[in-house]
């Protein structure tokens, strides 16, 4: 019987552990559209940008192209690239109507692009997920979504972001390569920080080193049951650390399978919906890590597609003077 009651109890615990997500309501007033963002002040950034100590730059962003790892397999659509117009095409279509003799002179090239927004190096915005059915701020789609995209959240709300960044490098602290679908915990979090006599401060954007970007142009390697941060690791860095911004060279920033049993993204639902942080995923941190750039200035920008749950971005680092 005891031993019944204990597994009654157990159930009970995670059954009342399982029940507390909610959508958060912003600190930052009923309006509040851009979450943690709004830590930024025009002090912090300056405060940054005076420290930059040269003028080498780090593109923190990958490539684009016919291929390229991406969420098809939950249905979302592939790259695509085609030409729709080539130099040979032209005289013979004559779109211009300048004739052969202008068309063999000039030539002329042009492309288009197909893409899911949540491709390559990309920013979430707080409207990708939600809990039991609002998002981030208690908005609700019965009000705020519309057929061209959401009124509220959407990723032209994105500010310029600039603020300190910290790379942690979780790959080369554990030696060795990440075991597939190893979920990074706090402890190796601050094992990594202690390595590189390095501390978190609050505002931080702090980016999160797997190693995955080696086989980014490998998809299928890519994507094999890539290492992720843990619901634990998360909550230590927002709510301990007062961190900003989140970011990751893998493909969805946390590992599966799920941790929990009721919900299948719990990270993602954590810091978009529950605690209005949005984060950036498949990133390049690989050219940091080889120059051991632990800090530095970051500078990043998406494009503002109204109303998307996410747009492409090109953050860069800029290495910064250590701190007397």
């Known amino acids: 019987m005891k031993k019944y009651k204990c597994i009654l109890l157990a159930l009970l615990l995670f059954t009342k552990v399982e029940a507390q997500e909610a959508v958060g309501i912003s600190p930052w007033g009923p309006n509040d559209e851009i979450g943690t963002l709004n830590m930024m002040t025009e002090a912090s950034k300056l405060q940054i940008l005076s420290r930059i100590a040269s003028g080498k730059s780090y593109d923190l962003s990958v490539e684009y192209f016919v291929g390229m790892p991406s969420f098809h397999a939950l249905g979302d659509p592939p790259y695509q690239y085609w030409l729709t117009h080539t130099p040979n095409g032209t005289i013979v279509d004559n779109p211009n109507g300048k004739g052969e003799a202008m ?11 197909s893409m899911y927004t949540h491709m390559g190096t990309h920013i979430d915005a707080l409207n990708h997920f939600g809990l039991n059915g609002k998002i981030w701020n208690g908005y609700s789609p019965e009000e705020h979504l519309g057929d061209k995209g959401w009124k509220k959240t959407g990723a032209e709300t994105i500010p310029i972001i600039i603020a300190r960044g910290v790379l942690i490098d979780i790959r080369s602290a554990k030696g060795e390569r990440l075991l597939p679908n190893y979920r990074i915990t706090a402890e190796d979090i601050k094992e990594a920080l202690e390595k590189q006599h390095l501390a978190l401060q609050p505002g931080d954007v702090v980016l999160i080193r797997t190693g995955q970007a080696q086989y980014y142009q490998q998809a299928s390697e890519y994507l094999d049951n890539y290492p992720g941060i843990s619901l634990d690791a998360v909550k230590w860095l927002v709510e301990d650390q007062q961190i900003m911004l989140l970011g990751a060279d893998n493909l969805s920033l946390e590992a599966f399978p799920p941790e929990r049993a009721d919900n299948w993204v719990p990270v ?7 605690k209005g942080m949005m984060f950036i995923e498949q990133m390049n941190l690989e050219p940091l890590a080889e120059d051991r750039v632990f800090e530095f200035a970051f500078i990043a920008s998406s494009l503002k597609l109204r109303g998307a749950s996410g747009a492409p971005m090109r953050p860069i680092a800029l290495p910064v003077n250590k701190l007397k």
């Open 103 to 113: 068309n063999r002179k000039v030539s002329y090239t042009g492309d288009a692009i």
């Open 268 to 274: 993602h639902t954590y810091l978009l919906a529950e």
